[in-house]
C-alpha cells in the first residue's frame, strides 16, 4: 500500500495493529498447546482497541483539517481510482474504442461505449495514468498528446450521431507538452476539443476525479454538468509550476495551492462546477466501489434534469455558463 505523506502517521498506527494481530494470532496458538495465556490474550485486545480508537481519531483530525496542499496530494494518490476503475461500476457492456483515425492511438485517454447503470447508453472518456511504470510510461502519465484529445473527440461525435450522452472524467496534471506534442498540435487539439464539447447537441457531463490540470482537463470539460469529487482540484497551473512562476521557488507549492483557491469547494464556490461529491473518510481510495457507486447516482441525477432540455436549450445553457466564468464586476460610486 502506498501512502502519501499526510498517511504516515496513520500508517504506523495499523502497523502496530498488525503486530499485534500477529501476536495474537501467537497467543492463540500457545492457548491451544495447553499454555496459560488468557491474560496476555486480553491485554493484547485492550492494546488492539486503544490503538484503533487513537487511529479513528486521528484520521477525523487530518481530514478535518487538510490544507489545499493536502488536497493536491490526495488527488495525485497513487491508490486513487482512475476512469477505467470508476468505468468498472458505472457501465456494463464497456467497448474500448481505439485510435484518432488520423495518426495514432493515445492510451493517456480511454474512450469507448457503454451501458450507464446497465440501462442508458452513453459513450465515455478520459484521462489515464497508470498503476505500476510501465503502466504509466505507456499511458504518458496522464498527459495527452493530440491523438488522445482527437480519439475523444472522435467518440463525442459517434456518441452524438446516435443520440447518446456524454461522460467526460478529467485526471491529468495537463496536456503533453513535449517537442512531438507541439509539432503534432497539441494546442489545437485542446482548442478543438473544447469548440467540439461546446457544441455537442447531446447532454454532457464531466467528472474531475483528481487532478485538474490546465488545458489539459479544460479540453474534457466543456460540459452541461460538472462533479468534482471532494478531494479533486482544478487549476490553470499545477502549485509548483506556480511557486516556479511567482517566486523562482518550486519548494513553496503550499503557499501557492492556498493562493490559486484550486480546491473543489472553492471551485463550486466561484461556479467552475456544480456539484461536490463526497469522499470516504480517507479518500476515494479507501473505498473505490462506494465511491463509483455515488458517483453513478450523481450522473444518473443530472441526465434525468438534462434530457428534458432541447439540442439547442442545451447548447445555449452551455454558451451562457462558460462565457460567465471569469467576468468581473465592477462596482462604482
Known amino acids: 500500500m502506498r501512502i502519501i505523506p499526510l498517511e504516515q502517521p496513520l500508517a504506523d498506527l495499523l502497523a502496530q495493529i498488525d503486530d499485534l494481530q500477529a501476536e495474537q494470532l501467537r497467543l492463540y496458538d500457545a492457548g491451544a498447546n495447553g499454555q496459560d495465556v488468557a491474560a496476555d490474550q486480553k491485554a493484547v485486545e485492550k492494546h488492539m482497541k486503544e490503538l484503533q480508537v487513537e487511529h479513528d481519531q486521528l484520521q477525523a483530525d487530518i481530514f478535518a483539517s487538510l490544507t489545499p496542499f493536502d488536497r493536491v496530494q490526495l488527488a495525485r ?6 476512469t477505467l476503475d470508476y468505468l468498472s461500476v458505472l ?3 464497456w467497448t474500448e474504442l481505439h485510435g484518432d483515425r488520423r495518426f495514432a492511438d493515445d492510451q493517456a485517454i480511454v474512450a469507448g461505449l457503454g451501458l450507464l447503470g446497465g440501462e442508458q447508453p452513453v459513450a465515455a472518456m478520459g484521462h489515464q495514468k497508470g498503476r505500476n511504470v510501465a503502466e504509466r510510461k505507456a499511458r504518458g502519465f496522464g498527459q495527452a498528446g493530440p491523438a488522445g484529445y482527437r480519439k475523444a473527440m472522435r467518440i463525442m461525435e459517434l456518441g452524438a450521431r446516435f443520440g447518446h450522452p456524454i461522460l467526460t472524467f478529467i485526471d491529468t496534471p495537463g496536456a503533453a507538452c513535449s517537442p512531438e506534442a507541439e509539432e503534432l498540435g497539441i494546442s489545437e487539439a485542446l482548442a478543438a476539443s473544447q469548440l467540439e464539447m461546446a457544441r455537442l447537441p447531446v447532454p454532457t457531463v464531466c467528472t474531475v476525479l483528481g487532478e485538474g490540470g490546465s488545458g489539459g482537463a479544460i479540453a474534457l470539460g466543456v460540459a452541461d454538468h460538472i462533479i468534482m469529487l471532494e478531494h479533486s482540484y482544478y487549476s490553470v497551473i499545477a502549485p509548483e509550476a506556480c511557486a516556479s512562476i511567482i517566486w523562482r521557488d518550486a519548494s513553496r507549492p503550499a503557499e501557492a495551492a492556498e493562493a490559486l483557491r484550486l480546491g473543489a469547494a472553492d471551485a463550486l464556490e466561484f461556479g467552475f462546477c456544480d456539484e461536490v461529491l463526497p469522499e470516504p473518510l480517507g479518500g476515494a481510495h479507501k473505498d473505490p466501489s462506494g465511491t463509483a457507486t455515488a458517483l453513478l447516482a450523481s ?3 443530472a441526465l434525468t434534469r438534462l434530457s428534458k432540455l432541447s439540442p439547442a436549450e442545451l447548447i445555449e445553457q452551455r454558451w451562457q455558463r462558460f462565457e460567465r466564468m471569469g ?3 465592477t462596482l462604482t460610486a
Do not use: G, K, N, S
Not at 494518490?77 to 482512475?82: A, I, L, N, T
Open 77 to 82: 494518490h497513487p491508490e486513487r481510482p482512475y
Open 91 to 93: 457501465l456494463t457492456d
Open 299 to 301: 450522473i444518473q441525477a
Open 327 to 329: 467576468q468581473v464586476t
